[in-house]
């Protein structure tokens, strides 16, 4: 199986910063990789598929690049409702791994 | 609009089997290229990403627990099914099923779109 490993584990941040998390997978899969936001109590939402496209709807402070087996999301500004934890998937092959996600907090 | 929700037991003794159901609407599993995948999520853990089922009836699984989950359909009546055999409180978790989002037919389909709200499932004696 595909292992994703994200970091930091943990992010404290503050309004208005840049953020950064960064995803590696073990071997390259391509650009099959999403990234989901989840604040506690609450299901997953998507955020990015394929490495760099942003769900409509979703703010524009929100970015992800990347290819291969290196990936990563930037919150641009932090808001107030993006403290929450972040997870990548990649679903290159099965099974469809997710990261250990990155706790962002203050 | 599509809407995902999970259904099932709270509460389960170890050694037992579990079925989960997932009951969808907005789209149907008679549909080319449609599937549904169910996922978990320990407490205070990371996701993890469980079986998926498509249209044609075609099966994936996570390797760790292929021997003891099984994903079925019946699209009579638009549910998904996870069974899951030989229940230990390690498995106690928030199960949620998804919609994988993309396109089957050039291997991209995989992102999960939307996701119900989930159901927690104890187990312990």
């Known amino acids: 199986d595909i292992q994703m490993t994200q970091s930091p584990s943990t992010l404290s941040a503050s309004v208005g910063d840049r953020v950064i998390i960064t995803c590696r997978a073990s071997?390259?899969?391509?650009?099959?990789l999403a990234w989901y936001q989840q604040t506690p109590g609450k299901a997953p939402k998507l955020l990015i598929y394929?490495?760099?496209s942003v769900k409509p709807g979703v703010p524009s402070r929100f970015t992800g690049s990347g290819s291969g087996t290196e990936f990563t999301l930037t919150i641009r500004s932090l808001q107030p409702d993006d403290f929450a934890t972040y997870y990548c998937?990649?679903?290159?092959?099965?099974?469809?791994?997710f990261g250990p996600g990155t706790k962002v907090d203050v | 609009q599509i809407t995902l929700t999970e259904s099932g037991p709270t509460l389960v003794k170890p050694t037992q089997t579990v079925t989960l159901t997932c009951t969808f609407s907005?789209?149907?599993?008679?549909?080319?290229?449609?599937?549904v995948a169910w996922l978990r999520q320990p407490p205070g853990k990371a996701l993890e990403w469980l079986a998926l089922?498509?249209?044609?009836?075609?099966?994936r699984y996570n390797s760790s627990l292929k021997s003891r989950i099984t994903i079925t359909k019946d699209t009579s009546t638009n549910q998904v099914f996870l069974t899951m055999t030989n229940m230990d409180p390690v498995d106690t978790a928030t199960y949620y099923c998804?919609?994988?989002?993309?396109?089957?037919?050039?291997?991209?389909?995989?992102?999960?779109?939307?996701w119900g709200q989930g159901t927690l499932v104890t187990v312990s004696s």
């Open positions: 998937q990649q679903y290159d092959t099965y099974p469809f791994i």
């Open positions: 907005g789209f149907s599993l008679t549909t080319s290229g449609v599937g």
């Open positions: 071997q390259t899969v391509n650009r099959y």
């Open positions: 998804a919609r994988p989002g993309g396109n089957f037919w050039t291997g991209s389909l995989g992102w999960l779109d939307p």
């Open positions: 089922i498509y249209w044609n009836d075609g099966k």
């Open positions: 394929e490495a760099s």
